[in-house]
């Protein structure tokens, strides 16, 4: 069953992954694919260098790369070109043999190899994107100096499976690491030796399944200390509660150092790596390790550590932990860091012991399991500068934000998907199999955007293009923390919010449309150069001095650049392509173009002040003006509009078309799998279908709860229930709606404009017109029409 849903998800996968003529090439599928690894925070963002090189006589190859944050991991992508074959299928792509992955990354491998003994000095172009790491790879005073780990990630679109059996099941294969001695030079140009750990990841479908099904929650880390450190972790217990064990314990720092080396920051909860900066080491912590290393363990509050399931071994009175599940750090995440750096720069680190708390949960669900673990990184946290900022796809702010894309109708009558957690809009899919087609008209990718998608999108309007070119939880917890009521002027998360984002997301990419990718792309810089160029459109208009505003609405009406900005804009971005080649101080201008000071030297350059004040310029951007005084009054007259919350109209609009029997169908299936509870729940769905009865909020989300639990365990019973879709409800919710807006955005009256509607569908034989009297009403009272008066509206 596994491998079937595996086999499914590639399809959505290649589909998604073609171009507009049908072909899908390599850099295209690699794009589509690092946010899971993201997701899992194997990597730190899904931003990396695209630099295609294969040399077949030296049996060659690799796909891109990327540094992490912290300036200590290479990470180096192949793409297993075979599997993203359309024409490969079944037995093609169910591989059994580790052989079959270890030949491909002898590839990339190889490269490394070479690249270490500049052997490939002579054979690569200077112009080639890869050669600026061929060049660091080998310098012993940079790459071979600054580089501890060489992660290798092979993304392939099989499935690994065991074959021994009367079916495929799946199979996870580990990868031998490997060691390259290097030799180096320090900062005092002392010649040093060391080995660069190079670990082999496999990105197969069952890994990228697995991340769609978690929703995109981070991959479960689990520490075997046994088998890292041939023994585990001496502890004293010192709480046993309902739902967490507490122990204590003394850790070496060279343990710490180890597994930041191993692990580096996905040991780390995700709101404290979002927050802090792990380059370089906390000064005060450095000194103690250097000064007075015995006495570290008695100056330093120490780390508390949070798992979901601990191995223990009780030997001679002594509680030996010898492997924790799902280890995260949610305190001492800057120590650690400091430690390893400090050991990274010849610091003796033999002495130091740091203390640690670890909590193990036990005995919750996964709900009360992330909250109670989200408590302890707070509470632990209290005292230091990170923020309560809720990164989760829960925050409430994502949830109006994707109530409002529900109900919010573009001006030519389409709809944008915010995909608020990963793997939503696959699951859509996934529940109408018959319905696939219609679905992806319906929402093209083009008009399809994660919630990570919105936070690159929405602060690329500003001047921190560095922050949106770095991608990640950093930016995302940037536009969180923008979102967040803690904020003196947080935005209000409404219509005119939505609209502004939908037009910043059509700018990005109209301009990554323009700017090209593979051989007719405009340069190789295109993540660097799109959001810098809007940065530089940002501070010549809304962020400038100017008594105008650039207004985003126009794009949002047109939803398009018209012809004149989209010829400004190529030429801004082909000057900026060069710019950043001109200050940066690095030959890897994509690396170099996350730092604040190239943006600080284009900005402020001759080059960009004579284009922001060139006749052309000014111009064209005098279309988009609009004052700000305008840009007031326009909102104002908005916010004394009472805002209505269509989310809960269009949670029972998918539930109702559906229909009764499709829920039938589904607690027959379901009958010995669903406690007594759940199945009074899904009959109160039945019985409000039935009845046309609105559904509550609870139970909507029990429906979709009771989706993902069927998506995850049981995907084929979707494929058991033959249903039509009632599009009854979806129309009569969009018309009204639409009505709505309509009214609002151009300030008609809405009782006369509902009155017109109740007219001409009386005309036409509608025994219920006065039903749009009714929700006249109800709208002017700020409230959402039930689902019996949108049936009433189209029947």
Not at 326 to 349: E, M, P, R
């Amino acid at each position: 069953m596994e491998i079937n849903e595996y086999l499914k998800y590639r399809e959505d996968l290649l589909v998604d992954a073609q171009d507009e003529d049908g072909f899908i090439s390599e850099s295209r599928f690699l794009d589509l694919v690092l946010p899971s690894l993201s997701d899992a925070k194997l990597i730190d963002s899904e931003d990396y260098t695209d630099c295609y090189l294969y040399l077949k006589q030296d049996n060659i190859k690799v796909n891109g790369y990327k540094i992490n944050e912290s300036e200590e991991r290479l990470q180096i992508f192949i793409v297993n070109e075979e599997s993203i074959d359309l024409g490969n299928t079944g037995e093609n792509i169910l591989i059994s043999q580790k052989s079959y992955y270890d030949s491909i990354f002898a590839k990339v491998l190889k490269f490394v190899r070479k690249a270490i003994k500049r052997q490939l000095d002579s054979e690569i172009q200077d112009a080639h994107p890869i050669k600026p790491l061929i060049n660091f790879i080998a310098s012993p005073t940079l790459g071979l100096a600054q580089i501890d780990v060489i992660e290798l990630f092979l993304v392939s679109a099989t499935a690994t499976v065991e074959k021994r059996g009367e079916e495929p099941t799946p199979k996870m294969l580990d990868f031998e690491d490997e060691e390259i001695p290097v030799v180096f030079y320090d900062r005092e140009k002392n010649s040093c030796k060391k080995d660069i750990h190079v670990f082999k990841r496999l990105i197969d479908l069952n890994f990228l399944y697995n991340v769609l099904i978690s929703q995109g929650n981070r991959e479960v880390l689990e520490v075997d200390f046994e088998r890292l450190f041939q023994k585990g972790i001496n502890t004293i217990k010192a709480a046993d509660e309902e739902n967490f064990e507490s122990y204590l314990c003394v850790l070496p720092a060279s343990v710490l150092a180890e597994l930041y080396k191993r692990y580096s920051t996905r040991m780390l909860e995700k709101n404290v790596r979002s927050f802090l900066q792990f380059k370089g080491v906390n000064q005060g912590i450095r000194d103690t390790i250097r000064k007075n290393p015995e006495h570290f363990i008695a100056y330093n509050n120490g780390l508390t550590i949070t798992a979901i399931g601990a191995e223990i071994e009780e030997l001679h009175e002594r509680t030996v932990i010898k492997s924790l599940k799902d280890f995260q750090i949610v305190n001492g995440g800057q120590t650690t860091a400091t430690i390893y750096f400090s050991q990274k720069d010849g610091l003796d680190i033999s002495k130091v012991r740091v203390m640690a708390k670890i909590n193990v949960a036990k005995n919750a669900n996964e709900e009360d399991l992330n909250e109670l673990i989200g408590n302890i990184s707070r509470y632990s946290n209290a005292q230091s500068k990170v923020s309560n900022a809720d990164l989760r796809s829960r925050n409430q702010q994502l949830i109006r934000l994707k109530s409002i894309s529900e109900s919010t109708l573009t001006p030519s009558g389409k709809k944008w998907f915010f995909e608020r957690f990963k793997g939503e809009f696959n699951t859509l899919l996934r529940k109408d199999p018959k319905g696939k087609t219609k679905i992806n008209n319906l929402y093209p990718k083009e008009r399809r955007f994660t919630k990570e998608e919105l936070a690159k999108y929405y602060m690329s309007w500003g001047q921190s293009p560095y922050l949106v070119k770095k991608g990640g939880d950093k930016i995302f917890r940037t536009f969180i923390e923008e979102l967040s009521p803690e904020k003196a002027k947080e935005p209000n998360v409404n219509r005119d919010f939505y609209e502004h984002v939908i037009a910043r997301l059509i700018l990005f990419k109209e301009l990554e449309k323009i700017y090209g990718a593979g051989k007719n792309a405009m340069g190789q810089l295109r993540s660097a150069v799109v959001p810098y160029a809007i940065s530089v459109l940002y501070i010549a208009t809304t962020g400038s001095k100017s008594v105008n505003d650039f207004d985003l609405f126009k794009i949002w009406q047109a939803e398009k650049l018209d012809d004149k900005l989209k010829m400004l804009m190529t030429e801004l971005m082909q000057l900026v392509n060069e710019l950043i080649k001109k200050y940066s101080l690095s030959e890897d201008y994509g690396e170099y173009s996350k730092r604040k000071e190239l943006w600080d030297s284009i900005a402020l350059s001759q080059e960009i002040k004579q284009f922001i004040t060139s006749s052309q310029f000014l111009e064209v951007t005098k279309t988009y003006s609009i004052s700000q005084e305008d840009l007031k009054k326009r909102l104002l007259k908005n916010v004394k509009v009472k805002e209505i919350d269509f989310g809960n109209l269009y949670d029972n609009v998918k539930i109702f078309s559906r229909g009764a029997d499709y829920y039938k169908k589904l607690l027959m299936l379901l009958f010995d799998r669903l406690s007594a509870s759940q199945k009074n729940k899904v009959d109160r769905l039945i019985y409000c279908i039935n009845q046309k009865v609105d559904i509550d909020e609870e139970h909507c989300e029990f429906e979709r709860e009771l989706m993902h639990k069927i998506r995850v365990e049981n995907p084929d019973l979707f494929d058991s229930i033959q249903f039509t879709e009632n599009e009854v409800y979806m129309k009569g919710a969009d018309s009204i709606v639409k009505l709505y807006n309509s009214c609002v955005e151009n300030g008609l009256n809405l009782t006369s404009e509902f009155e017109k509607r109740r007219e001409i569908s009386k005309a036409r034989g509608l025994t219920k017109y006065s039903v749009f009297d009714d929700i006249a009403k109800g709208l002017l009272q700020g409230k959402s029409p039930s689902i019996k008066q949108i049936y009433y509206t189209s029947n």
